[in-house]
């Protein structure tokens, strides 16, 4: 029977592993014992801060921010299609037609 060898995760061997990846998912998916080890030692927030997150913060999408990602387009129909997330709250918020004043009609 072949012996597995196993890694101890410290916070050392953990932040290693972390710089491989660009988000927490991936890092989770990829080498959950060093995600596992990070969290329950409470490493993860500090191991993790070169990570980009996937999602955006609750109440990050202000009008003010809808209008900065509107601003990128030139058709509502580009707009929907590359950002469908912020084109969706502003169209729930009511602020798309103002925010898309600078777009062409066709």
Known sequence: ???IKSIIWNKE???E???KYYNISDFKKNSGS??????QNKWLDEIC???TPKEKPKGYWTKEKCQEEALKYTKRREFSINSPGVYSKSRKNKWLDEI???????
């Open 13 to 15: 061997k953990c932040q």
């Open 49 to 51: 801060t070169h990570m």
């Open 1 to 3: 029977m072949k012996k």
């Open 100 to 106: 898309c004043t600078h777009m062409k009609k066709f």
């Open 17 to 19: 592993e972390a710089l």
């Open 34 to 39: 060093a995600y596992n080890s990070s969290y």
